[in-house]
């Protein structure tokens, strides 16, 4: 029997923002905390974050844009340069994402990848593309490592976005979570 004949069903989830924005995850784990059931969850489109290079002396400084308003600037800007690569950006919830293939990378080489410090945690990600607005320079990268984040089920058995409150109730088991899903992932 080979792989593709074994079909398995992938739980799938779409969680909503404040603003209205959806995202749809497959749920890669759940667990149960205090009688509260919390499923942890990554995203089926590509997660991406959009980077400002600013010059800090010397050295070039990266920083995620995160404002609302800032975002909406650059979105259409950034749309259409991925669209040049196939991607469609999408205001999701949670996070930037882009529908498609995202080009193929070489870990051997790293090749196209880059280690970048982001708001003092150094990630490894992916570039996309680049451009500019209003002469400063901003890229568009993918997170290699799996974008996963925890949501709590309500009583209408749908995903909620934790509260700042939650998140720091639960925080301390999150390392032990992210190993077991990371594990899985490789």
Not at 39 to 52: G, K
Not at 65 to 85: G, M, R, S, T, Y
Not at 89 to 95: F, G, P
Not at 110 to 117: K, N, Q, R, S, T
Request: aromatic share 6%.
């Amino acid at each position: 029997m080979h792989e593709d004949d074994i079909e398995m069903e992938i739980e799938k989830m779409t969680i909503k923002d404040e603003a209205g924005r959806t995202l749809t995850c497959t749920v890669e784990h759940s667990l149960e905390l205090d009688g509260q059931e919390y499923v942890v969850l990554l995203p089926v489109d590509s997660p991406v974050e959009i980077v400002a290079w600013q010059e800090n002396g010397e050295e070039e400084e990266a920083i995620t844009v995160e404002d609302e308003n800032e975002i909406d600037l650059l979105f259409p800007i950034a749309k259409v340069v991925l669209e040049e690569q196939n991607l469609i950006l999408k205001r999701s919830a949670v996070t930037l994402t882009v529908e498609g293939d995202l080009p193929d990378y070489n870990l051997d080489e790293d090749e196209g990848l880059e280690d970048i410090e982001v708001s003092e945690d150094e990630e490894e990600l992916q570039f996309l593309a680049s451009f500019y607005y209003e002469e400063q320079e901003f890229g568009i990268y993918a997170p290699i490592d799996p974008f996963i984040f925890l949501a709590k089920i309500d009583e209408n058995n749908q995903p909620q976005l934790l509260s700042p409150e939650e998140l720091e109730k639960i925080e301390p088991m999150l390392p032990l979570i992210e190993d077991q899903i990371l594990d899985q992932h490789e």
